[in-house]
């Protein structure tokens, strides 16, 4: 084999092991790695407490309803490392997700983990965009499962005159989310008012108007 043969066999090689790499969380290397929320360093995850409990492992985050009274109506409870330490390294978490009537979870992206919705109460009409543009949409009701693939852009609200809710999981200890619109409005320092006009062809009061609606309340 040429030289440049062997060259392509290698990429091709390494291209397969970083696409399984990046397919959720670090595998573990040992029983338990409870996070050392404490601790300032940090790596790809978090160092491991020396002593650790039960306690390590549960938590009520989201038990309870949250408050919906904001902005879009909604609200996002996570269940995740931050919450619960001894999912450190373990490559799951969870959520609650609470809606007001005409709530929205608005578009947004979670780059680091799939997530699958059960509906524990109401109604939604939820749905996800693929990289081709194509609309991946339904309605539905209590008792039913709904997927979101990881890095792709979904949503959901709640078109009911009661309030929903769903519990959430993720392949991830924390999936991360990116809000489309606060990403692009509401960012620190902020995107210039010229990319955004250009990207969606609108005038400098349209976005500055978006902009100072969804600015952080002071």
Do not use: W
């Not at 291209?15 to 670090?26: E, M, V």
């Amino acid at each position: 084999m040429s030289g440049f043969g062997k060259l392509v066999v290698i990429m091709v090689v390494l291209a397969i092991s970083l696409d399984k790499a990046s397919a959720g969380d670090p595998d573990m290397l040992q029983d338990v790695c409870v996070a050392d929320l404490t601790n300032s360093l940090t790596v790809n995850g978090y160092l491991c407490k020396k002593n650790f409990s039960e306690i390590d492992f549960s938590s009520m985050a989201i038990a309870k309803a949250g408050a919906t009274n904001n902005t879009f109506g909604s609200v996002v409870t996570g269940a995740n490392v931050m919450k619960v330490p001894g999912l450190n390294t373990l490559g799951v978490s969870m959520a609650r997700i609470d809606y007001a009537p005409g709530g929205i979870n608005p578009p947004h992206t979670h780059p680091r983990a799939t997530e699958m919705i059960f509906v524990l109460e109401g109604e939604l009409d939820v749905g996800f965009i693929t990289t081709s543009n194509v609309l991946i949409s339904k309605h539905i009701v209590k008792g039913e499962v709904f997927a979101f693939p990881r890095g792709l852009v979904h949503f959901q609200q709640n078109n009911g005159d009661v309030p929903a809710a769903v519990v959430a999981g993720f392949n991830s200890q924390l999936p991360g989310t990116q809000s489309i619109a606060t990403t692009l409005f509401a960012s620190s320092p902020s995107v210039p008012d010229h990319v955004l006009t250009k990207t969606f062809q609108v005038g400098t009061k349209e976005i500055q108007k978006i902009k100072s609606r969804l600015a952080p309340k002071k």
